[in-house]
């Protein structure tokens, strides 16, 4: 049995499989046999923190395709305080088929897989955000016709969302640029763990983001302070205030770059309301993507697909 814990779970084939496929599936919705591809699953979905994005788009994507969906809140479920994690996830997978959660610490995603007896999604953990990255990559492949040879700049923190796109370049030929202030970069072990799975991955670390930008085909960014950071947003707000994302830089990037941003987004912030705005935008189809590529994970990760 397969988990989706963080991208690294999977091998390039695997991935180049799921974007293939949840691009296919965005064509197939309406076709015959499509409300039959995940009949009477059930998904679960364990959430810590709020969402909008991944809540809906897993529902909507077991709902298109025959099956349903439970949604739990910690405040309900009282995991590690009502009941340990370990009993929590031996319990619930025999009444689910997948479960998706979402957490502050990526230590239970892990616990979670560890003892669930069905597969387990990480829907956003502190350290990876895998599900909007298989969106995202979707959405770049749709756009610009191939992965291979595209620069992905991420400007602000090097956070859960910066890390799965780095996950991904260790699986393709996109080069990753992480464009950080000193202190809220990558953590060594992080990259080096992306080293480690493949030496030769294309993942640059620039701190001026005029230069990280040159020759960008996206330009990404996420809010300063991640959920769970809410209270160090003011003193954040200091070290990133040359990291916003303005017409000025987006001028930095190739004339056809795009802007990106998984959302929600603090408008006036990491992001000016003119590029997330502007025709190079494309939020709404990465957003869009959610649904498309989390039915081709459910699938695959059921073995319904094979990859
Ligand atoms: N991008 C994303 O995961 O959005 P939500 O937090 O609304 O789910
Ligand atoms: N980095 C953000 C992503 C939200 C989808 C957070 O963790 O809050």
């Known amino acids: 049995m397969r988990h989706l814990c963080s991208l690294l779970d999977l091998n390039r084939d695997e991935l180049a499989h799921l974007v293939r496929r949840g691009i296919e599936l965005k064509a197939d919705r309406g076709r015959p046999g499509h409300s039959a591809l995940l009949a009477g699953r059930i998904l679960g979905l364990v959430f810590e923190k709020p969402s909008m994005r991944t809540r809906v788009s897993f529902e909507a994507a077991i709902g298109h395709c025959g099956g349903s969906a439970v949604f739990m809140t910690q405040r309900e479920l009282g995991l590690g305080e009502r009941e340990s994690v370990k009993d929590f996830a031996r319990v619930a ?3 689910l088929d997948v479960l998706a959660a979402r957490t502050f610490s990526h230590e239970r995603i892990l616990e979670l897989a560890m003892y669930s007896s069905c597969p387990v999604i990480n829907a956003l953990s502190d350290r990876e955000h895998p599900c909007q990255i298989l969106a995202d990559l979707c959405t770049i492949a749709q756009e610009f016709g191939t992965l291979a040879g595209k620069r992905i700049v991420f400007v602000g923190d090097g956070n859960n969302v910066a890390l799965s796109l780095a996950h ?39 701190p001026n983001p005029q230069k990280a930008v040159t020759g960008a085909h996206v330009v990404y960014t996420d809010v300063w302070a991640s959920m769970g950071q809410e209270s ?11 990291y916003q994302v303005d017409a000025r830089l987006m001028k930095q990037a190739r004339s056809d770059a795009r802007f990106m941003h998984c959302l929600p987004a603090h408008r006036g912030d990491e992001v000016t309301d003119e590029v997330i705005d502007s025709p190079a935008s494309l939020i709404v189809e990465q957003a869009g993507y959610r649904l498309h590529a989390q039915k081709a994970l459910i699938l695959w990760l059921l073995g319904i697909d094979k990859s």
């Open 232 to 242: 160090e947003a003011d003193e954040r707000r200091k070290y990133f205030l040359a």
């Open 93 to 95: 997978s025999q009444y």
């Open 168 to 206: 991904a370049a260790v699986l393709s030929d996109i080069e990753f640029v992480l464009s950080a202030p000193e202190g809220f970069g990558f953590r060594d072990e992080v990259l080096k763990e992306c080293f480690d799975v493949n030496p030769q991955a294309k993942i640059i670390l620039e």
